[in-house]
């Protein structure tokens, strides 16, 4: 699937020579006068925008990866196109894999929680969270007399 992103209008094909089967990636950037140094925007096992530069630094190739399968392929032609493309769409991707990994970290550390202390990072004891656990059982104790109280 090739678009080409023209200084904000999208246009359904494009004008670079297509992809062959058996051709390795590489080689068919080169083959079209592409560098292979990419730019990426997102997460490499996710949604994902890999962006590459002609070797006369005029126009750029934008291949794209929403969901981690299917790629997209968006001739950008000139700088001011790119500088489009990149603030319409290539930050969301960005932002999107920060949080994912920010999420991994997350994952991480609660596992190294449970693993040192003991019981799981969302729940509480006297140690981890002495404060929390204070008002707990404050809690708990004020629910008892009341009960008490009404019966
Ligand atoms: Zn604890």
């Given at each position: ?5 023209n200084?904000?209008?999208w ?11 058996n051709?390795?990636f590489s080689d ?24 590459y530069e ?5 126009s750029?190739y934008?291949?794209v990866c929403?969901s ?10 000139d700088f ?12 969301a991707?960005s ?10 970290i ?6 190294f ?9 969302r729940?509480?004891?006297?140690k981890c969270?002495?404060?929390?656990w ?10 008892r ?7």
């Amino acid at each position: 699937m090739r678009f080409t992103f023209n200084r904000g209008i999208w246009e359904d094909s494009n004008s670079l020579p297509e992809w062959q089967d058996n051709e390795d990636f590489s080689d068919y950037l080169m083959r079209i006068g592409y560098s292979t140094v990419k730019s990426i925007f997102g997460h490499e096992h996710g949604s994902q925008i890999e962006i590459y530069e002609s070797s006369d630094g005029r126009s750029f190739y934008a291949s794209v990866c929403p969901s981690g399968s299917a790629v997209y392929e968006v001739l950008l032609p000139d700088f001011p196109s790119l500088m489009m493309f990149i603030r319409e769409y290539a930050t969301a991707f960005s932002s999107e894999s920060s949080n994912f990994s920010q999420q991994e970290i997350l994952n991480l550390l609660e596992k190294f929680f449970q693993l040192y202390h003991g019981h799981p990072a969302r729940s509480i004891c006297p140690k981890c969270d002495p404060a929390g656990w204070e008002e707990n059982v404050r809690t708990r104790e004020e629910r008892r007399k009341k009960r008490k109280a009404t019966s």
